[in-house]
């Protein structure tokens, strides 16, 4: 590795761990300016819209859960969403409660998981979990069971907490028991205690003094935060558009150094989804708690320094345990426990809000229920782009930093995002090549 100060350096790593998937990052500078950044994408693609073709549309939440072990909850809500749509179905009351239930206990389990166990070592200055449960095992064994807290609601709605294998296309294959959902309450209200002392861990953790201006996208539900879909998708620079329009909007464009696309608006370019995304367009609509934990960690109704992300996080966590035990509370079994989705010919578009932000899901059916094209769009695929730009202005004024040193910013400032390449747990190489 060459020494600060030299006229061409480079900086590698070669498997950054504690975000999901396999890539690289090149950092190019020339003359003292940050000439190009790349976050490249190399892991093979694996064609899931290619393999719906030819499927019938009731095969679509099992296959597309095995896109993520992560948030598989968030690609079945989308795709189950989008196929109800193209054949006129809406679901009841109840059903739609018990899903958002689902998709709270996911929040849950993936924020915990990120938040304690990819991105906290970062502050800490640790290397890894390992090194902060030697310090620390106290604050380790807390998010070891808010993530539990998380899986139990997966597992008991779900049927399993990875890959739930009770959805299917109108609701579920079996309703759980009021009584099996009651017996979640005390570690859900533990739960929730540990996620307020979680907001205040996170909120004394020293963040660098960076904002980004990138338009935030999210969905935008009536009267409560955006989880599970509904309502249309809104932005800080000003489009409002419906979730059926996001194609109009939306465009997604390969890139030389990425097997992922990049998508952007059509004429107003790159924009970011996510926490910090939902959060600053939809703070309003915070449940009490979760408003009073954002405000005593500092955090105004607008988040714009993608460090304090963390903290954003751990206000969803409290804001999911907090509805999940409001939804248990009033949760009666719906009979039946789906609706019947009979095949027609036509187009259906779902978007919710996964962990990492909008998954949108668009599926055109023939007259028998098999699916002749579909398209999913990814939060990662939408903010690779926004990643990018935020890099380049990070390193520009950090030129004259230690290739050690900024290797580890870097880490740090892409791990900000959560970005979700696969389920695999080894995602970079960053390459900082100074001439």
Known sequence: ??????????????????????????????????????????????????????????????????????????????????????????????????RRLLYCGEWIESHALHVYFLHAPDFLGLDGVIEMAERDRATVERGLQLKRAGNAIVN??????IHPVNVRVGGFYRAPARADLLG????????????????????????????HDHDYVS??????????????????????????????????EQVPHSTALHAHWRDRGPYL??????????????????????????????????????????????????????????????????????????????????PRGALYHRYDLAADGTIVAARIVPPTSQNQAAIEADLARFVEPRLDVANEELTGQCEQAIRNYDPCI?????FLDVEVDRR
């Not at 008991?156 to 907490?161: E, L, N, Q, S």
């Not at 309450?185 to 020293?206: K, M, P």
């Not at 935060?225 to 979730?243: F, H, K, N, Q």
């Not at 009666?332 to 010919?345: I, K, L, N, Q």
């Open 1 to 98: 590795m060459s020494h600060k100060g030299s006229a061409s350096r480079t900086l590698r790593v070669g498997a950054l761990s504690r975000v999901e998937g396999e890539g690289a990052m090149v950092v190019r500078v020339r003359r003292g300016r940050v000439d190009r950044v790349e976050l490249n994408i190399y892991e093979p693609p694996r064609f899931f819209e290619a393999l719906l073709r030819g499927r019938a549309h009731t095969e679509v939440p099992d296959i597309t859960a095995r896109i993520c072990g992560i948030c598989p909850v968030a690609y079945q809500m989308s795709a189950c969403q989008a196929v109800e749509a193209a054949c006129g179905v809406a679901v009841t009351r109840q059903i739609a409660g018990l």
């Open 273 to 354: 989804v996510g926490p910090l995304a939902r959060y600053s367009l939809n703070h309003h609509l915070l449940t009490p708690l979760a408003a009073e934990a954002a405000s005593r960690a500092g955090l105004g109704p607008v988040c714009r320094n993608p460090f304090r992300s963390i903290v954003v996080r751990s206000i969803e966590i409290v804001q999911a345990c907090d509805e999940a035990l409001a939804l248990i509370d009033a949760y009666e079994p719906p009979d039946p426990p789906f609706v019947d989705v009979p095949p027609r010919a036509g187009r259906g578009h779902g978007c919710t809000e996964a």
């Open 422 to 426: 696969s389920c695999a747990t080894h």
């Open 219 to 252: 969905l935008s539900q009536p009267g409560r935060y955006p989880i599970d879909g509904g309502g249309r998708l809104v932005s800080s620079a000003g489009p409002d558009i419906g979730v059926a329009e996001f194609e109009d909007h939306v465009i997604e």
């Open 184 to 211: 979640l309450r005390e570690q859900l209200r533990w739960a929730r205690e540990a996620a307020l002392d979680t907001v205040a861990w996170t909120a004394g953790f020293e963040a660098p003094d960076f904002e």
């Open 156 to 161: 008991a709605v779900g049927g399993r907490p």
